[in-house]
């Protein structure tokens, strides 16, 4: 369902683009059509750059480092790229062209379960599945749905893929979550978690202490990421110590979606903050899945 809608979304800009443009060439008027067009089509990059321009205001006092203008420059144009291409192409028409991957002998390998954010799929994570193949690692990557629905909807299909992990590898997996993904896991912890389950839970522009973009959208999941929910505050008071000491947060100061950007750190959980890079590009970046394979190198039981 979730793709569906997003394969409607695609298209429906491509055919706005394409009937108001040609409308406006047929009256005389290209160079206003070929505007028209290009702005239903990459109208999101302006967004963007709103969103990137609300950010020195947002994280004004915040704990993490300042960012200056080349930093978000940068952050922005990675970002109009790694959008355009994981919304216009890889989560509209391509969330199952990369499959979950199952060694032949998978017993004693430890895996890995992939877990999107708010209003993604398993599509986001297309180049991390083909990159974890090739290295031959188990691996899972899910598509939460009701794409709207509440956070705690999605306990029931991790717990459903960490067991299924568990099963053909016999080891604890790593769980590696985007935004709102990393809610998820936590969420997933509460209700099933153990120490001898999970190995480490790596999250990235996680939404820890929620986010002020949140309050532009009325979706209940919105909703629970709002700073302060309720939700998030019961989160972390169900929490221990040794879970967090788990975690890895990854976050940086030009997220253009979570933010202000300490919002993405948790008191407990090592924190790694990533400069110049935006909720997306996060994914992107080397040091994530860099660190991911450490982790997998380590000796089972360690």
Known sequence: MNAHLQKLI????????????GWLWQRGHPI????????????????????????????????????GLPQHLRAW????????????????????RQPDHWPANATGRRGVLLVHGFFCNRGLWNDWLVRLR??????MALTLEPAFGSIDRYVADLETAVRELERRTGCAPVLVGHSMGGLAIRA????????????????????????????????RNAGQMRLGSVWLR?????????????????????????????????????????????????????????????????PVGL
């Open 234 to 298: 019961n989160l972390a008071a169900q929490e221990s110590a040794a879970m967090r000491a788990r975690m890895r947060c990854y976050y940086s100061h030009t997220d253009n979606i979570v933010c202000p950007a300490s919002s993405a750190t948790l008191a407990g959980a090592q924190q790694i903050h990533l400069p110049a890079t935006g909720h997306i590009g996060l994914l992107y970046e080397a040091q994530v899945f860099d660190d991911l394979m450490q982790c997998l190198r380590r």
């Open 134 to 139: 090739q290295a031959d690692v188990p691996v």
């Open 188 to 219: 997933w912890w509460r209700a099933h978690g153990a120490d001898t389950r999970v190995h480490q839970m790596l999250t990235v522009g996680t939404p820890h202490a929620g986010t002020f973009m949140a309050r532009f959208s009325v979706a």
């Open 32 to 67: 206003g059509a070929l505007m028209l067009a290009a702005t239903v089509l990459w109208g999101h990059v302006l967004i963007l750059a709103l969103e990137f321009l609300m950010l020195p205001a947002i994280n004004r006092g915040d704990s993490a480092p300042a960012a």
């Open 10 to 21: 695609v298209l429906l800009r491509w055919g706005l683009a394409l009937g108001l443009g």
């Open 77 to 96: 144009w990675i970002e109009s790229r790694a959008c355009s291409r994981v919304f216009g192409w890889q989560q509209p028409f391509a969330s199952q």
